[in-house]
């Protein structure tokens, strides 16, 4: 995954605020991010600093330099083609679909708003659509939960209101690949399938059931038949395999590992999917059909 300059640019500022490096040791900053940078990169970022008036503190220890960054004293007035110069980096960093760099991201971002003095700039500076209305911390405590496969007890907020206590065995958080929004992969309570629940949804963990659990999942093969020209218009999904070409429609095979991911795959083949060979799947399409149908029976109505 390509890094920005930008990004880059931003990310060893953010790092130079906190303390005092040296370049062998933002190069290693850098590597525990996965981010590639070189000594002369550095040198390029640095000189930007001084040539933007940043209060740059460069000690020489052993014919070694370290460098800091005071924080500004006095307040930032961005002009209009900064702020839309940064939008594009968010808009850059969001189609990436990488959460973690973007929550650092947001960090720096929040932490230069202090010192601007426009309030109209300092909201446009923090801004990050969807992201912004994000809990971390949830976020946070979530992936702990995944790193070790707890299953836990989630508050959901269900999409035609109220709520529901879910208990799921976590796996992992991920961003889909048709939006930027977060979700938390795991197999729900006496399921071997995995599902995703939108992270927007998840009130509060309510309880830790059971920790560092292994988790183990079905890795039954289905079927589904659906128009061809409709099917060609989706993304590429290596887990799928085309087992038939006739008369206009084609036979995909798939393994039933991710209901949430199979279910986005056949509503975006809607209305041309003619057979679903796993009865489990097909229950579960019929039912987020006629979910979607009372939630527009819904909207209308209250229209």
Known sequence: MKTPSVYKLLYLLNLLFEKEYNKKEI??????????I??????????????????VEIRYDKKEAYYKINLPKRKLNLTQDELNSLD???????AQKNYNRIRI?????????????DSEQQRQFINFDYYSTINWYLVAQLERHCKNKDIITIDYLLPNGGNKFLTIHTDSITVSEWSEKMYLKGALFNSKHLSILPIDRIYMVKKV????????LYKNLMTYVVLKDTY???????KE??????????????PTDD????????LCCCPNVKYISDKRVKSLFREKLQTLKEIYDKSTNDK
């Open 27 to 36: 190069i290693e900053e850098f590597q525990k991010k996965d981010i590639p």
């Open 38 to 55: 070189t000594k002369p990169l550095i040198n390029n970022y640095i000189n930007k600093f001084l040539k933007y008036k940043f209060d």
């Open 88 to 94: 594009k980096l968010k808009k850059v960093l969001i």
């Open 105 to 117: 991201m947001m960090r720096i971002f929040y932490r230069f708003a202090r010192h601007i003095e």
């Open 209 to 216: 059931e059971k920790e560092k659990q292994p988790l183990e």
């Open 232 to 238: 060609l218009e989706l993304n590429k999904d290596e």
């Open 241 to 254: 395999k085309i087992i038939e070409d006739k008369d206009g429609y084609l036979t995909i095979e798939r």
């Open 259 to 266: 209901d949430f991911y199979i279910l986005q795959r056949l």
